[in-house]
């Protein structure tokens, strides 16, 4: 039985690093859940049984259409469980609480490199009751069963005989060196044209200002000697070239290039992101 609205939120981090933006995938409205004034002095309490019970319901659904199971990660859990507890304390049913952070705020980290995001959050009394619930709802159910997202938290706090769920879904993948994402780029760029590869530190070092600073900055570049283009972008992943990058490579008086890359968390991309530099000779 379903006691109240569920609503889903499926955040994607665009393939070219912008901030994430909060959305309702499912386009239903913020809930505030009606609580008798006797149950206002419960405290909420987690359920650590609970959560594993989520879990192995999420993996046993996913097995069934053939996607791999979800690993549970530290980082999604905590911020679950922050975000259930939030809910309960003010009896509200919502994506993002007043003066809480978004989405993309709350799963930052500095171990953790997400490609993309999603989040349920449900108001029910048992846990097989919230979880099919959810899975009957498609929006819900995408979330659960999506194929790329490989790592999940769950967060479920108790008030009386209520549970407020949190399960926030990711892929993630562990970001690189940046030698190994500047051969990527390298990778890329060759795979369009056969230019040759120079080596550049100073490019690297470009990169990693553009990263301090949290913009994109071509002038960090333009600086360090004569060539014909410079190309600075930000991404997920760094072997996305941006569509700006087909003015040089089509540009047969080309004959070689340098790359420097720099990985970094910052205000504008929270999840993380790589800061690329290209210069074109």
Same mark, same amino acid.
């Given at each position: 039985?379903?006691?109240? %609205? ?19 995938? #499912? ?27 989520? &879990? ?32 309960? @304390?003010?009896?509200?049913?919502? $994506?993002?609480?007043?003066? @809480?952070? #978004? ?35 498609? $929006?819900?159910? @995408? ?10 938290? %769950? ?16 892929? *993630? ?21 056969? &230019? ?15 990263? *301090? @600073? ?42 070689? %290039? ?6 970094? $968390? ?13 210069? %074109?000779?």
């Amino acid at each position: 039985m379903l006691l109240a %609205f569920i609503v889903t939120m499926a955040l994607l981090l665009p393939t070219s690093a912008q901030p994430m933006e909060s959305a309702n995938a #499912a386009g239903a409205p913020r809930a505030t859940a009606d609580v008798p004034p006797s149950r206002q002095r419960l405290l909420p309490r987690y359920d650590l049984k609970g959560e594993e019970e989520l &879990l192995t319901l999420t993996n046993q659904e996913r097995q069934r259409v053939g996607a791999a199971p979800l690993g549970l990660d530290r980082t999604l859990t905590s911020a679950a469980r922050a975000h259930a507890l939030a809910m309960a @304390e003010r009896h509200q049913l919502s $994506h993002q609480l007043p003066g @809480e952070p #978004a989405l993309n705020q709350r799963l930052a980290s500095n171990t953790l490199h997400l490609l993309r995001a999603g989040e349920n959050v449900a108001l029910d009394i048992e846990i097989d009751q919230a979880h099919e619930a959810l899975m009957h709802s498609p $929006h819900h159910r @995408e979330n659960l069963l999506r194929g790329d997202y490989n790592i999940v938290g %769950f967060g479920i706090a108790r008030l009386g005989d209520q549970i407020y769920v949190v399960e926030d879904f990711g892929e *993630s993948e562990p970001p690189v060196s940046p030698s190994q994402a500047e051969d990527r780029v390298a990778a890329a760029i060759k795979g369009q044209r056969p &230019l040759k590869r120079l080596q550049s530190p100073t490019l690297r070092r470009a990169a990693c200002s553009m990263a *301090s @600073e949290d913009q994109i900055n071509p002038r960090q570049v333009s600086g360090l000697g004569p060539m014909r283009y410079v190309l600075a972008y930000t991404d997920l992943r760094p072997e996305s070239l941006p569509r700006d990058a087909r003015r040089p490579l089509n540009d047969r008086k080309l004959r070689s %290039f340098a790359v420097g890359s720099c990985y970094a $968390h910052t205000p504008t991309y929270p999840n993380g992101a790589y800061f690329v530099a290209v210069a %074109f000779y």
